[in-house]
């Protein structure tokens, strides 16, 4: 059965202090893993998809990194607007191609 | 453009009733899919479709039907409303594909009593 596990399950940071969200997954034959961002009382968001190990996105402070293990998001000189949680997801062989999400991270930043 | 709009955003009911949640989206995607989100269990994919007239069950399809008789709408019914079905609604669209990336609605907030 695949396993998607995120740590910390929530972070505090002051404005400007960086630092990384974890995503670590156990699956059988990882087709894809995906980074969503989630603000209250909305939807998830859309950040990046990484296919294979090495693989790196950046948008604006993000920076989303693979591994064959787990995935970082790192989060630089953050502002409170990135306050929200962050979701990670794979999709697997196992799953039909379907979604498996982790529990995610909610990120505060304080000014 | 809307994307992905559900109706309705917010819903109380009584155990035992039946209810529908409508998810309509105008990016003329192929797949939708219904999930529930529960504090500390994360999303989970209660039922999807690949295509207007199919169907098939997710991780939790137990209590739930749905029902996509147009490309653009994507029904989920609640045959018999219990408090444990309470929770958090999203429903997704993409384009093809299950591992592109899907496009989520805000929600529908539904109580069970």
């Known amino acids: 059965e695949d396993q998607v596990t995120q740590s910390p399950e929530a972070l505090r940071l002051q404005e400007g202090e960086s630092s990384s969200l974890n995503c670590s997954y156990t699956v059988s034959g990882l087709r894809g893993l995906f980074w969503y961002r989630q603000d209250p009382g909305k939807g998830p968001e859309f950040l990046f998809t990484l296919y294979s190990a090495g693989e790196e996105k950046e948008k604006e402070r993000l920076k989303a990194t693979l591994t064959k293990k787990e995935s970082f998001l790192h989060i630089t000189a953050p502002k409170p607007e990135d306050s929200a949680t962050y979701l990670c997801a794979v999709v697997t062989n196992n799953a039909g191609n379907m979604l498996t999400f982790g529990g995610g991270t909610r990120l505060m930043v304080k000014p | ?113």
Request: net charge positive; proline share 4%; charged share 15%.
């Open chain 2, 1 to 113: 453009n809307a994307g992905v709009t559900q109706t309705p955003k917010f819903r109380v009911l009584k155990t035992g009733q039946s209810m529908t949640l409508l998810c309509a989206q105008d990016m003329n995607h192929e797949y939708m899919y219904w999930y529930r989100q529960d504090p500390g269990m994360g999303l989970r994919l209660i039922h999807y479709s690949v295509g207007e007239g199919t169907t098939a069950k997710g991780e939790v399809p137990d209590g739930y039907n749905v029902s996509r008789l147009k490309k653009q709408n994507f029904l989920l019914g609640l045959e018999s409303a219990a408090p444990s079905q309470t929770s958090v609604y999203f429903c997704a669209s993409s384009l093809r594909q299950g591992w592109q990336p899907q496009h989520f609605g805000d929600g529908t907030r539904l109580s069970i009593l």
